[in-house]
């Protein structure tokens, strides 16, 4: 494998002794928009990886709420927190899977990075803003950022990320009304599927988490339902049960370990006999990694619980409708006088519009960015 003389392993090399016939090869990368050498000792999806985590708008999540905000305490998940948990749950599965992981962690990495302040309020209120202009739509608006918006480097606009990485993002911003993947002849990649997988159990397991650490509802009420209540059972066989917060955390590993096992062990009853397709043979099967049909109503429930007992939950409806009332106002402050946006923004506008730079202006605030910037425009 090495050559003589170098120690070192090239990236072709390490995926060609390690990734299954179905994982994406960085060799088979159609590249970048604007063409860069091949990097020494990192491959294309190192790089991809890397030029996100550097980004100023991976930065910002940490200032972005997942669905509580920050006024609640330092417990709970920030955009930030959850796109690490989505990442971590993500290798693991392409790790188990012989998966490119470094794809996935590029993926993993990049798939919240366009949400705006306040969470979904905050998308429902520049969708609103913007219903005559296109709309808005976070996983499109990530697109934008690492295309047009972040300026990192002299000889391109953007972070100039291979196409890869672009097209499974393109799959999210192109998710049917109902949050599910568009069923297409080509199926996503597989890393890309394994990033959607893992988005949804880890914000089911934290969701459940936070709910029941601020308050919001009981693990009693939550047990009501299948798959809480056997991730509990599971839990009082192996541990038993030493104090209601350790109970807690243990219920939301085994939510996790739950639903990791659920696609592994269905990606594995068909890998046994299809797993020498490659990854573009794949793409062309029925196959898809997604949970069990024995989990998957198990798993809806759960969702549809925290939808209407957590995430519509008066005590955050009022956040929700004051977050989307100060952008509402904020938006029609900055178009009806561009010169409170930034410069650059102001430069935008005269390419996309005003209403569209004001759009992105505010869509790339964080939480307290926002409320300061409110105070400045309409306080
Ligand atoms: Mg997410």
């Not at 690490?84 to 993993?108: C, K, M, P, Q, W």
């Not at 609103?128 to 934008?144: E, Y």
């Not at 807690?248 to 269905?266: G, P």
Request: charge should be negative; aromatic fraction near 6%; glycine fraction near 6%.
């Amino acid at each position: 494998m090495k050559s003589a003389g170098n120690p070192l392993f090239s990236v072709a090399q390490r995926e060609a002794a390690i990734l299954a016939p179905y994982a994406f090869p960085s060799t088979a990368s159609q590249g970048r928009k604007h063409p860069e050498a091949e990097h020494a000792y990192r491959g294309p999806f190192q790089r991809d990886r890397d030029r996100i985590l550097h980004s100023s708008a991976f930065r910002r999540l940490s200032g972005k709420m997942q669905v509580f905000t920050g006024d609640r305490g330092d417990y709970h998940r920030t955009r930030l927190t959850h796109t690490h948990e989505v990442a971590s749950i993500a290798r693991t599965i392409g790790r188990a899977l012989r998966l490119n992981e470094d794809l996935i962690e590029a993926l993993a990495l990049f798939h919240d990075l366009g949400h705006p302040p306040f969470g979904h309020a905050g998308e429902d209120a520049l969708n609103d803003c913007l219903r005559d202009h296109g709309g808005f739509s976070h996983n499109r608006f990530a697109l934008t950022v690492v295309e047009e918006l972040e300026q990192r480097y002299a000889s391109f606009p953007g972070l100039n990320l291979t196409r890869e990485v672009l097209a499974g993002q393109l799959t999210r911003a192109d998710k049917t009304p109902a949050g599910e993947l568009k069923q297409t002849e080509l199926a996503p990649l597989l890393e890309v599927q394994v990033v959607e997988a893992a988005d949804s159990m880890t914000y089911d397991a934290h969701d459940t988490d936070d709910a029941v650490k601020l308050g919001l509802v009981t693990l009693d009420e939550l047990a009501e339902l299948p798959l809480v209540h056997s991730a509990r059972q599971a839990v009082h066989e192996s541990v038993g049960v030493q104090s209601p917060a350790i109970e807690r955390k243990c219920v939301v590993h085994a939510l996790i370990d739950r639903q990791v096992s659920d696609i592994l062990q269905t990606a594995a009853e068909f890998l046994a006999t299809r797993g020498q397709l490659s990854w573009l043979e794949m793409q062309k099967s029925t196959f898809r990694v997604q949970p069990s049909l024995s989990l998957a109503p198990a798993k809806r429930e759960l969702e549809t619980f925290l939808y209407s007992r957590v995430y519509r939950h008066p005590q955050l409806l009022d956040v929700r409708a004051q977050a989307q009332e100060r952008l509402q106002k904020m938006f029609n402050q900055l178009c009806r006088q561009p010169s409170q946006l930034p410069p650059a923004y102001q430069r935008r506008a005269e390419r996309v519009g005003i209403e569209r730079a004001a759009g992105d202006y505010l869509a790339g605030m964080t939480d307290r960015f926002c409320d300061q910037e409110f105070e400045r425009l309409c306080g």
